[in-house]
């Protein structure tokens, strides 16, 4: 294991048992059993520290998103179902597990807003990506919005679903991920995402890794 990955995981043990308040690069030091001067090289400030924190973050779901794409069979719809699973992993102490960082990075960043900025722009890869499934965009933007939402619920507990319930929502989710056609056959472009600079995106093959 390299000692940057080291590193990331005392920092993400640090949250995890004593919040982020806790977390100092000396701090990180002590618990990944590295001098100062090792996560100094290669974390110069703590901001960066977070930067690869989230990064870490997004390379996981991304690894998990790119497998599911690749277990799928059914060619319609597998990008977004993809998408939908990664964010609901099983078991359950995984996706509470990152639920918990997440909630962490969040209050870290809270001074400091232009840290969301590689989130951002993942967000914005992977709704072209999921845009080329073959499918009514509108059912592909509820699909995602409504993902997103129930993450966030479950982040910020917020009038959290009863367990049978959520299960319920997910699959009825999973139900959209496969009516093929209408907007998305007649129209792809009126589904593009328009950026913050008034730009258009386009389309992806695949999704791409984040960097901080």
């Known amino acids: 294991m390299s000692s940057r990955d080291r590193i990331l995981q005392a920092a993400e043990r640090i949250v995890l048992r ?11 030091a002590a618990e990944a059993g590295l001098s100062k001067g090792g996560v100094l090289y290669n974390f110069p400030t703590k901001d960066d520290l ?3 924190m989230i ?9 998990r998103m790119r497998r599911l794409f ?7 719809g597998r990008r977004l179902r993809a998408f939908l699973n990664a964010s609901f992993p099983e078991p359950d102490e995984e996706y509470r597990r990152s639920l918990q960082v997440s909630a962490a990075l969040l209050a870290a960043v809270s001074t400091n807003p232009a840290m969301l900025a590689p989130v951002q722009e993942e967000f914005r890869k992977w709704q072209e990506w999921v845009q080329q499934d073959g499918l009514d965009l509108i059912n592909g933007a509820i699909v995602r919005l409504a993902a997103e939402g129930l993450w966030l619920a479950d982040l910020f507990g917020l009038a959290e679903l009863a ?13 959209l991920t496969r009516q093929q056609g209408g907007v998305a056959s007649e ?3 009126a589904g593009l995402v328009v950026d913050r600079t008034g730009g258009a995106g386009g389309g992806a ?7 901080a």
């Not at 990064?55 to 690894?63: A, D, V």
């Not at 367990?163 to 139900?175: A, I, S, Y």
């Not at 093959?205 to 960097?211: I, M, Q, V, Y």
């Open 18 to 28: 004593d919040g982020v308040a806790h977390l100092t690069l000396e701090a990180v």
């Open 50 to 52: 977070v930067r690869g």
């Open 55 to 63: 990064n870490r973050l997004i390379q996981t779901y991304e690894s």
């Open 70 to 76: 690749e277990q799928d069979p059914e060619p319609v």
């Open 163 to 175: 367990p049978e319930l959520r299960r319920q929502v997910l699959e009825r989710l999973r139900e």
């Open 187 to 189: 129209n792809a472009e």
């Open 205 to 211: 093959g695949e999704p791409e890794a984040g960097s």
